[in-house]
């Protein structure tokens, strides 16, 4: 029944791009779906997209990812995205936020635009949605399309995430200058960061829902780990 399913050895670490590319190079059909081994499906997930490229004309569709388990960290995982989603509709694009952990593109877009660039984890998603953003294609957002993601077990697995997202969006911002992003211009700046970070949190707070409240500490820790990041790649490039 899975003869279709291979292995491959990964004792290299060669990374989660190189492997997304090998697997576009072993793909048979015109679609190709990617999804990521944290993720569960569900039974209906490839008929979804299927569904969503015959109704749309894009050439990359992506779907939305919720929490897998719905504890602390997942539950602010999930108020994270929820920002995100409700910014970007159905035919609009959202190539900042395309995540590969449930994605579908057809063939022709690697063709066109190239695989996905390795050694860059964790920005080949950010990286390829801006190369496709550049170019003008744009990604469209089916939220019929779901798969659910286990989140960090521990705050700092959490925070090490929140980190090296941050870094690496600074990294990709000298190949793409438009590319939203925090900055630090003057010493000034990062005096006032822990004050920066303080009324981030209560701008989000004002959205929390009930029940909600306990992820406080995971949306300031959040923007910690972003401003520890914003600072280490500032001083590097001095």
Same mark, same amino acid.
């Given at each position: 029944?899975?003869?279709?399913?291979?292995?491959?050895?990964?004792?290299?670490?060669?990374?989660?791009?190189?492997?997304?590319?090998?697997?576009?190079?072993?793909?048979?059909?015109?679609?190709?779906?990617?999804?990521?081994?944290?993720?569960?499906?569900?039974?209906?997930?490839?008929?979804?997209?299927?569904?969503?490229?015959?109704?749309?004309?894009?050439?990359?569709?992506?779907?939305?990812?919720?929490?897998?388990?719905?504890?602390?960290?997942?539950?602010?995982?999930?108020?994270?995205?929820?920002?995100?989603?409700?910014?970007?509709?159905?035919?609009?694009?959202?190539?900042?936020?395309?995540?590969?952990?449930?994605?579908?593109?057809?063939?022709?877009?690697?063709?066109?635009?190239?695989?996905?660039?390795?050694?860059?984890?964790?920005?080949?998603?950010?990286?390829?949605?801006?190369?496709?953003?550049?170019?003008?294609?744009?990604?469209?957002?089916?939220?019929?399309?779901?798969?659910?993601?286990?989140?960090?077990?521990?705050?700092?697995?959490?925070?090490?995430?929140?980190?090296?997202?941050?870094?690496?969006?600074?990294?990709?911002?000298?190949?793409?200058?438009?590319?939203?992003?925090?900055?630090?211009?003057?010493? #000034?700046? /990062?005096?006032? *960061?822990?004050? &920066? %970070?303080?009324?981030?949190? +209560?701008? =989000?707070?004002? @959205?929390?829902?009930?029940?909600?409240?306990?992820? #406080?500490? /995971?949306?300031? *820790?959040?923007? &910690? %780990?972003?401003?520890?990041? +914003?600072? =280490?790649?500032? @001083?590097?490039?001095?």
């Amino acid at each position: 029944k899975w003869n279709f399913l291979f292995s491959i050895d990964n004792t290299a670490q060669r990374g989660l791009s190189y492997f997304g590319n090998l697997g576009i190079k072993q793909a048979k059909r015109e679609i190709i779906d990617f999804i990521d081994d944290d993720c569960v499906a569900p039974a209906n997930w490839l008929s979804q997209i299927d569904k969503s490229h015959q109704k749309y004309s894009s050439y990359v569709i992506g779907g939305i990812v919720k929490s897998l388990h719905k504890n602390g960290i997942g539950i602010f995982r999930d108020f994270q995205r929820r920002f995100m989603y409700s910014k970007n509709r159905i035919n609009r694009s959202f190539y900042y936020f395309l995540l590969t952990s449930n994605l579908s593109c057809k063939r022709d877009v690697f063709k066109t635009y190239g695989a996905f660039a390795e050694g860059m984890f964790p920005g080949e998603d950010i990286d390829f949605g801006m190369r496709l953003e550049k170019a003008g294609n744009p990604i469209l957002l089916d939220r019929s399309i779901k798969v659910y993601h286990a989140e960090q077990k521990t705050v700092s697995q959490l925070y090490q995430k929140s980190f090296s997202y941050g870094y690496c969006v600074h990294t990709l911002k000298k190949n793409y200058p438009h590319l939203p992003t925090k900055s630090v211009s003057t010493f #000034f700046d /990062l005096l006032v *960061l822990p004050l &920066i %970070a303080v009324s981030s949190f +209560l701008s =989000k707070l004002f @959205f929390l829902k009930r029940n909600e409240w306990n992820i #406080f500490l /995971l949306i300031l *820790l959040d923007e &910690i %780990a972003h401003r520890h990041a +914003l600072i =280490k790649a500032y @001083f590097e490039s001095l």
